[in-house]
C-alpha cells in the first residue's frame, strides 16, 4: 500500500499558508531532482539518453532550472516555451521542439535556438523549408494508427491528430535528405498516464523496428528515438509508480536483439516526460470557506478548476488531505467543490475524508504536473501563486499570484472611456 505523503510537517505547512495566502501550488525541489535522476540513472545503460522535460506540464523557468541542473533538456511546443527554455539557459540540442499545427515564427524561433525540430507532419517539411530552411538535424513524428492502442487521456493513435503515417514517414526522411538534412531522428507519443511498464518496452520495439525498417528501405540511419512522455504517477494511494527498472530493462533487451551488432548501433534514447518528474511534488493547498448541506454535503475551498482543472476535465482523482487531520477516520462524505458557475467544478465527488471545518488548511496532491499549468481565466478567476519548498527547508515565490490589474491588462480600459453603443 503506497500511502500519500506530503513533504513538509503540518506546522510548516500552516506557517507558509500564514506567509502566503492560499490557494497556492508548491513543489518540491527534492523530489523534481529525485524524479529526474531516477528516470536517467535507470537509463545509464543508454550512452546519450537524455529525458527532454515537457515545459507544458510545469511552465517555470525555476522549475526548468531544476531539471536542466540533473542534465535534462526541454520539449517545447510553442513559441513562450522556446522563450521560457532558453531563459532557463536550456538551448541547442536539449531542446526538442514537438509541436503540431505550427506557425512559420515558431519554427524560426526553433531553428534559432538550434534545437531539435519534430515535424508532426509530411506537408511542414516545405512549410519549414519555406520559413525557416531545412536544419541538419531533424527528427519526425510517427503515428502507428491501428496498429496501437491509447488510453482514455490520450485517445486511440487512429484518432489522434498527431503524426506521419507509415507511408509517409518514409516518404519524408527521403524528401528531407534530397533536401539537405544528414542527422535523423525519430519520434512517437502514443500514450498518457500510462502506468503498465510494458507499454513503454512496445513503444521502443515499434520504434526499433520502425528505424531498422526504413534503415534498409531508404538508408537513413538513425541517431536517435524518441520514445515521447506519458509516464504515469500513482495518484490513488494503493497505485504503484511505474518500475523504472523494468521498463529499462525490456528495452534494453529489445535493444540488444534489433539494434545492438547492427549498422544501426549506436542509437540513442530520448524521453520527454512531463508528468512523472514533476506531478507527485506539486500540491495545492487552499482553504475550506464553506459548509453546505442540501441534498449532499459540501466543502468549498478557496481554490476551483481554474487552480487544477484535471478532476473537471477528465473526472482524474487527486488525493485530499485534509491538514492536521491525517490520522481521523475518513467518515463523513463529501464533495469537495470551487467557486466557479459551473457545476464540474469539483475536486472531488463523494470522497469520504474526516470530519471538516471552516478554515482548514486542505492540500490536494499530485498537482504538479498539468495542474498550475492549465489554468484559466474564465469566470474572472485568477491564476494562483506558485512557492518552491527548496531543500534547504526554505520557502520562495517563483510566480505571483495574478491581481486584478492583471485581469484587466488585455483590455483598452482608456479606450472604453470614449465608447458608446
Ligand atoms: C504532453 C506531451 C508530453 C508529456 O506528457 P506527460 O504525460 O506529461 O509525460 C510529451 N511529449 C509531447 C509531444 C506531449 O504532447
Redesign the pocket.
Given at each position: 500500500m503506497i500511502t500519500k505523503q506530503l513533504p513538509f510537517s503540518e506546522d510548516q505547512i500552516r506557517q507558509i499558508s500564514e506567509d502566503f495566502p492560499t490557494p497556492f501550488h508548491i513543489y518540491n525541489e527534492n523530489g523534481i531532482k529525485g524524479s529526474i535522476r531516477s528516470l536517467t540513472e535507470s537509463f545509464r545503460w543508454s550512452e546519450g539518453f537524455r529525458e527532454y522535460f515537457?515545459v507544458?506540464?510545469a511552465p517555470n523557468p525555476y522549475l526548468l532550472k531544476i531539471v536542466a541542473g540533473q542534465g535534462g533538456g526541454a520539449?517545447c511546443?510553442s513559441l513562450p516555451e522556446l522563450l521560457l527554455a532558453q531563459k532557463s539557459g536550456i538551448s541547442g540540442e536539449k531542446v526538442i521542439f514537438?509541436s503540431n499545427d505550427t506557425p512559420a515564427d515558431e519554427f524560426i524561433k526553433a531553428r534559432e535556438l538550434g534545437a531539435i525540430i519534430n515535424l508532426d507532419d509530411i506537408s511542414h517539411i516545405p512549410f519549414l523549408e519555406k520559413h525557416a530552411g531545412i536544419p541538419e538535424l531533424i527528427c519526425l513524428r510517427y503515428n502507428p494508427g491501428p496498429l496501437r492502442t491509447g488510453n482514455a487521456i490520450i485517445g486511440n493513435p487512429s484518432e489522434a491528430k498527431y503524426g506521419f503515417t507509415r507511408e509517409q514517414i518514409h516518404k519524408g526522411y527521403r524528401l528531407l535528405r534530397e533536401k539537405g538534412a544528414r542527422r535523423f531522428g525519430l519520434h512517437t507519443?502514443v500514450a498518457?498516464?500510462e502506468l503498465n511498464p510494458q507499454y513503454f518496452v512496445d513503444t521502443a520495439v515499434m520504434l526499433f523496428e520502425l528505424a531498422a525498417e526504413i534503415h534498409r528501405a531508404e538508408g537513413i540511419r538513425f541517431e536517435f528515438v524518441n520514445l515521447?512522455?506519458?509516464?504515469g504517477i500513482p495518484y490513488r494511494p494503493g497505485q504503484e509508480p511505474v518500475n523504472l527498472k523494468t521498463v529499462s530493462d525490456g528495452i534494453k533487451s529489445a535493444y540488444e536483439k534489433i539494434i545492438a551488432g547492427t549498422p544501426l548501433h549506436p542509437l540513442k534514447l530520448q524521453m520527454?516526460?512531463?508528468?512523472?518528474i514533476t506531478g507527485p511534488h506539486g500540491f495545492l493547498v487552499s482553504r475550506v470557506l464553506h459548509l453546505k448541506k442540501t441534498y449532499k454535503n459540501y466543502a468549498g475551498l478557496d481554490a476551483c478548476m481554474a487552480n487544477l482543472m484535471r478532476p473537471a476535465l477528465y473526472g482524474a482523482y487527486h488525493h485530499i488531505t485534509i491538514v492536521g487531520k491525517e490520522n481521523e477516520p475518513a467518515e463523513y462524505k463529501y464533495d469537495v467543490t470551487g467557486s466557479l458557475c459551473e457545476n464540474n467544478d469539483k475536486f472531488a465527488i463523494d470522497r469520504m475524508l474526516p470530519h471538516i471545518e471552516e478554515g482548514d488548511l486542505v492540500v490536494i496532491h499530485d498537482a504538479g504536473?498539468?495542474g498550475h499549468a492549465m489554468g484559466f481565466n474564465y469566470n474572472g478567476k485568477l491564476r494562483s501563486a506558485e512557492l518552491l519548498l527548496r531543500e534547504d527547508g526554505s520557502v520562495i515565490q517563483i510566480r505571483r499570484a495574478e491581481t486584478i490589474d492583471d485581469y484587466f491588462s488585455t483590455l483598452d480600459m482608456a479606450g472604453l472611456q470614449n465608447f458608446s453603443a
Open positions: 515537457a507544458k506540464a520539449d511546443s514537438s507519443m498518457s498516464n515521447g512522455g506519458g509516464i520527454e516526460c512531463g508528468r512523472v504536473a498539468h
